[in-house]
């Protein structure tokens, strides 16, 4: 087993990966076997950093021979260093996901002297879990850029996640901050993943990624605004299918560089960008409908009721009558909530007591819905927006830190933050 | 007011519903409580669980809300709210009135405080297939929780999927229920606190996983009241990286 000192070495060097989630695969048990997936994914601790524990984040190596800059692991940093053996990776993780302290593992590493080498490691680890261990939890496997396709296809045949980081969000901080990585390096094991979980689609029982992958990118540490980050998301969502964009707001964690901030990129512009990529994946939003004229997102409200300020013309909406994609653009109505109305509708005239009846949060919703004709919302303009900065100010907050139960639910299924 | 007091298990709270409707009084209250506590001109009537007249009724909800209505119901009766049995009970009414599955009608009186009732349930269940914490002895797995509501055998199906030959116990404490998997059968039981504490490798490992779930926080952001919300102060008391 492995020691304590290099595992926590080893998880205090992968800790900066935002990724958490289990969810999106649904392999099952075997006889003689350990342990199966979740399709919605299992949260299974809390850290005082408010981020849920799902997987055994972990690195193989944080010996790196790369050198870039936001990376607490570059090679120039002065940190205790540490490796595991595949067979000490496979131990922890079925010990730990026998006595349920985790769903799986998400195995990452630092490049020790080449991507083919450390990917070999990578790739290595996950079948002996596999085949020897008989692990059938989740398995969340970082790519290597520039390792060999081969290696790549192969580690998608045993993994239930991939995920190759975009790291910063163009090309040029990239080059300024991560000279040895470079975008095509990066793309082309995407689109090589891409075209793999496509290809599977066919077969009835696809084993090839069934949970897709992911990217991830830094957020503070380069100037890109919102706008830019936001459309390379879309972008990303379209070409490579992908399940999910993670942002991960910069952590100061090298002073000696005069391009990078002193200061992180703070907790609530990852949360509006987090809020953002929602519109864009499940509530039929563009990037550029939902960023603001100067390129990025409003600090005093969520993206949404931003994007219904700045388009009043479209509001009130009648609950009665709307269709769901319209219900689900107005301000404190989720996909919950809009579905509720839609099935509530059916049977009675919905009016505002009902909607709050059916626990809609009517806070926001007020100013831009009618229900049976009556309309309960400020009238004024200027009144209305502040009234709606106030609520925005005072559940921020609460928001950020606390979501309530249904919420959670929700939270805890979707992946939604 | 009349109240029905009757026996805290789907049986019982059909019974008293049965009752109810055969004495005419649906405008009473039913509770499964031991000790109520209501106005000072309040009857208080015991029911009898009584089989037949759980089925009688069992069969109307049946033919209305389908089996789907039964296994609502049946979530809702394990929750630990006081006023669980008269909330099922409005709701019953409403749908026999209507006669109809009124499990869609969100904008109706009775139906959101049902659907939160088992949701809630549904909801500790999904928490606990995360936060229940395993501790090897001699071969077995051990698991002491607390929860609010009776879920222990609602855990079962989850955990005998996922550890396939392993067996297991899962200890509700507050109830004195368990609820066991010996590799192939299930079972479930009340007993006695069996007072299983973890041997000298036992607490090597769950000094590992202290270690991993200290490493694992970013110190430079605390964020206590999103752990909070996420994760109740009171679940924590049986989880090992808490103690």
């Not at chain 1, 509001?315 to 909530?337: D, H, M, Q, W, Y």
């Not at chain 2, 939160?116 to 229940?132: D, I, M, W, Y």
């Not at chain 2, 116990?169 to 606190?193: P, S, T, V, Y």
């Amino acid at each position: 087993m492995i020691d304590a000192n290099r595992l926590e070495i080893l998880t205090d060097s992968a800790k900066y990966d935002v990724s958490c989630s289990s969810s999106g695969s649904k392999r099952q048990n075997v006889k003689g076997g350990l342990g199966n997936a979740s399709i919605g994914g299992i949260c299974h601790s809390f850290t005082p950093d408010g981020r849920c524990i799902s997987l055994l984040k972990i690195l193989m190596s944080n010996k790196c021979a790369y050198d870039c800059q936001y990376c607490v692991n570059r090679r120039s940093n002065d940190v205790p260093r540490a490796s595991a053996t595949p067979d000490e990776i496979c131990e922890l993780t079925a010990a730990f996901y026998k006595r349920n302290y985790i769903e799986g593992l998400f195995l990452s590493s630092a490049v020790e002297y080449s991507p083919d080498r450390t990917m070999e490691r990578l790739l290595e680890t996950v079948i002996k879990l596999r085949k020897q261990y008989c692990f059938n939890g989740y398995i969340h496997l970082k790519g290597i850029p520039g390792a060999d396709p081969l290696l790549i296809e192969r580690a998608g045949m045993y993994a239930d996640r991939m995920s190759f980081n975009i790291e910063l969000p163009s090309e040029s901080s990239l080059k300024l901050l991560a000279p040895q990585k470079n975008k095509a390096a990066i793309v082309k094991p995407m689109r090589q993943l891409s075209s793999g979980i496509l290809r599977e689609k066919y077969p009835k029982r696809s084993r090839f990624l069934p949970a897709g992958q992911t990217t991830q990118m830094i957020v503070g540490a380069s100037r890109e605004t919102d706008g830019q980050i936001l459309r390379l998301s879309e972008s990303l969502y379209d070409a490579f299918s992908l399940k999910r964009v993670y942002f991960s707001s910069y952590v100061p964690v090298n002073f000696k560089n005069a391009f990078l901030p002193v200061q992180s990129a703070g907790l609530l512009r990852e949360h509006r960008l987090y809020q953002a990529d929602w519109l864009l994946r499940f509530y039929g939003f563009s990037a550029a409908e939902i960023v603001g004229e100067n390129g990025n997102l409003a600090e005093e409200y969520d993206p949404k009721c931003a994007w219904a300020i700045r388009h009043m013309e479209q509001f009130p909406v009648e609950v009665n009558a709307a269709p769901v994609e319209t219900l689900v653009r107005v301000p404190g109505i989720g996909i919950k909530s809009a579905y509720r109305i839609r099935e509530a509708r059916r049977y009675t005239r919905l009016t505002f007591e009902d909607l709050k009846k059916m626990r809609v949060v009517m806070k926001r919703a007020r100013h831009f819905i009618t229900a049976g004709g009556k309309f309960y919302g400020e009238e004024n303009f200027g009144r209305m927006k502040n009234l709606l900065a106030m609520h925005e100010q005072s559940e921020n907050a609460e928001q950020l830190s606390f979501l309530k139960e249904n919420e959670i639910v929700q939270s805890v299924i979707t992946g939604q933050l | 007011m009349k109240t029905y007091l009757c026996e805290d298990s789907v049986n019982g709270l059909f019974s008293a519903v049965f009752r109810a409707y055969a004495e005419k009084n649906t405008a009473a209250r039913i509770s499964c409580l031991l000790y109520e506590q209501t106005a000072f001109d309040s009857e208080f009537i015991d029911v009898k669980t009584d089989a037949d007249h759980a089925d009688r009724v069992k069969a109307a909800v049946a033919r209305y809300g389908g089996n789907k209505a039964l296994r609502e119901i049946g979530r809702a009766m394990r929750s630990c709210e006081a006023e669980k049995a008269d909330v099922i009970f409005a709701y019953i009414k409403r749908m026999l009135a209507e006669k109809r599955d009124i499990s869609r009608s969100f904008a109706y009186a009775e139906v959101m405080p049902f659907v939160t009732l088992s949701e809630r349930v549904q909801l500790e269940v999904h928490r606990f297939t995360g936060f229940l914490r395993f501790e090897e002895q001699n071969g077995l797995l051990y698991a002491r929780f607390t929860p609010d509501n009776d879920i222990a055998d609602l855990l079962l199906g989850h955990f005998s999927r996922r550890l396939g030959e392993l067996p297991f116990l899962i200890h509700d404490a507050r109830r004195g229920k368990f609820a066991a998997w010996d590799g192939k059968r299930a079972a479930c039981f009340f007993a006695d606190d069996p007072s299983i504490r973890p041997d000298a490798a036992e607490k090597e490992l769950i000094g590992l996983w202290k270690r991993y779930f200290a490493a694992a926080d970013v110190k430079s952001r605390p964020h206590p009241k999103q752990q909070d919300g996420y994760l109740p102060r009171r679940y924590r008391k049986n989880m090992s990286e808490f103690q």
